[in-house]
T-cell receptor, first 113, second 115 residues
Framework: GESVGLHLPTLSVQEGDNSIINCAYS??????FIWYKQESGKGPQFIID?????DKRQGQRVTVLLNKTVKHLSLQIAATQPGDSAVYFC????????????FGKGTHLIIQP | DSGVTQTPKHLITATGQRVTLRCSPR?????VYWYQQSLDQGLQFLIQ???????AKGNILERFSAQQFPDLHSELNLSSLELGDSALYFC??????????????FGAGSRLTVL
């Protein structure tokens, strides 16, 4: 089965609100996680990453939280804007692995005006 | 522009045919990864090359093959095409071997339609 997955396929939020996108992983050997954003017609674009020795990392308007106890990853986007509308993927890399990132199926974030 | 260049952007072909997708990695990146993205399977890792050598294989069919050339560009060859091969094919590159050590930078993708 797939190691990384997302709880909700679609998330709709009001412009200006905060959004939280969740991701579950099952491989305890995963030591590196990335969130990607994919806009229509484009390739995935790096947003933020976090290593397993951290539980929180902040970027510009985005925060990633990692809970290793329950193998859960979340992406928080503050004050969402129309440009945040996209599909968001979490991805993991297994410690010592050179076999590429394993991606979840993605959550489509829709920003309502 | 991510710095990863993929051609062609769109390709329409018939079942049984063969196509080649091309990728130029970001300047300085030695690793190239190929992913397939379809509606029902999400992003699936196909294969990885590092400095001209195959490093890892994912869910790549035997009908598919790839290589990385001395100038570090890569080609993904898809043969005996089937309707189910219709998908977006992404190339990504990174500096290091292990994906966890460096962020993968993705190209804009090649959309393959098999009729």
């Amino acid at each position: 089965g797939e190691s990384v997955g997302l709880h909700l396929p679609t998330l709709s939020v009001q412009e200006g609100d905060n959004s939280i996108i969740n991701c579950a992983y099952s491989n305890s050997a995963s030591d590196y996680f990335i969130w990607y954003k994919q806009e229509s017609g484009k390739g995935p674009q790096f947003i933020i990453d976090i290593r397993s020795n951290m539980d929180k990392r902040q970027g510009q308007r985005v925060t990633v939280l990692l809970n290793k106890t329950v193998k859960h990853l979340s992406l928080q986007i503050a004050a969402t804007q129309p440009g945040d509308s996209a599909v968001y993927f979490c991805a993991e890399n297994i410690r010592g692995g050179a076999d590429g990132l394993t991606f979840g199926k993605g959550t489509h974030l829709i920003i309502q005006p | 522009d991510s710095g990863v260049t993929q051609t062609p952007k769109h390709l329409i072909t018939a079942t049984g045919q063969r196509v080649t997708l091309r990728c130029s990695p970001r300047s300085g990146d030695l690793s190239v990864y190929w992913y397939q993205q379809s509606l029902d399977q999400g992003l699936q890792f196909l294969i990885q090359y590092y400095n001209g050598e195959e490093r890892a294989k994912g869910n790549i069919l035997e009908r598919f093959s790839a290589q990385q050339f001395p100038d570090l560009h890569s080609e993904l060859n898809l043969s005996s095409l089937e309707l189910g091969d219709s998908a977006l094919y992404f190339c990504a590159s990174s500096v290091s071997i292990a994906a966890g050590a460096n962020v993968l930078t993705f190209g804009a993708g090649s959309r393959l339609t098999v009729l």
